[in-house]
């Protein structure tokens, strides 16, 4: 059974950084590119981030570009999103999704609130 | 990156088929054969419905279809049930290893 747990998320001021991790397991983990989808309680899902197998390739949201970075361990089956820079509009639940084309399977979502 | 245009809601009573549209441009839901859609119950997770445009995963009811004709993908719900009231969200590749969604649709069973 796919599944994915997302973890880190938390209170944070604005302009602070924020590590989020995704465990994955009940498939190989290597062989798929991964997704960040972000969503504001009530609102649209919002892309967020990309990364390839093996993590040589990534790719960003033009309102993330330049502030977060994804990226793999594959050794340990876990997905990363490094969040700098934040602000109030990045609070929103956050959530990793495997890539099937576009995005499949989903964990169930780590919330990150950016508050003074 | 605009997001793909949703109707904000659609109804229907037990039994009835509705159909819910994701209208985009040639630069996302055009050009490419990658529109997926999402359900989602409150407080809940996404899950996927439809993927490349037409195909079911496995496990999903046959009473969800998918379609697309030019810059607009469509879902069909046949057969109405209680259980399918939630949220709908469409998903298109962009070209430029980026993704757009919806604006997000509530279905209504009356």
């Known amino acids: 059974e796919v599944q994915l747990v997302e973890s880190g998320g938390g209170l944070v001021q604005p302009g602070g950084s924020l590590r989020l991790s995704c465990a994955a397991s009940?498939?190989?983990?290597?062989?798929?590119?991964m997704h960040w989808v972000r969503q504001v309680p009530g609102e649209r899902l919002v892309w967020v981030s990309r990364i390839n197998a093996d993590g040589s390739e990534t790719s960003y949201a033009d309102s993330v570009k330049g502030r977060f970075t994804i990226s793999r361990d594959n050794a340990k089956n876990t997905l990363f999103l490094q969040m700098n820079s934040l602000r109030a509009d990045d609070t929103a639940v956050y959530y990793c999704?495997?890539?099937?084309?576009?995005?499949?399977?989903w964990g169930q979502g780590t919330l990150v609130t950016v508050s003074s | 990156q605009s997001a793909l245009t949703q109707p904000a809601s659609v109804s229907g009573s037990p039994g009835q088929s509705i159909t819910i549209s994701c209208t985009g441009t040639i630069s996302d839901v055009g050009g490419y054969d990658y529109v997926s859609w999402y359900q989602q119950h409150p407080g809940k997770a996404p899950k996927l419905m439809i993927y490349?445009?037409?195909k079911r995963p496995s496990g999903v009811s046959d009473r969800f279809s998918g379609s697309k004709s030019g810059n607009t993908a469509s879902l069909t719900i046949s057969g109405l049930q209680a259980e399918d009231e939630a949220d709908y969200s469409c998903c298109s590749y962009a070209g430029s290893s980026t993704y757009v969604f919806g604006t997000g649709t509530k279905v209504t069973v009356l």
């Open positions: 490349d445009v037409t």
């Open positions: 999704a495997r890539d099937g084309s576009l995005p499949d399977y």
């Open positions: 009940g498939f190989i983990f290597r062989s798929y590119w």
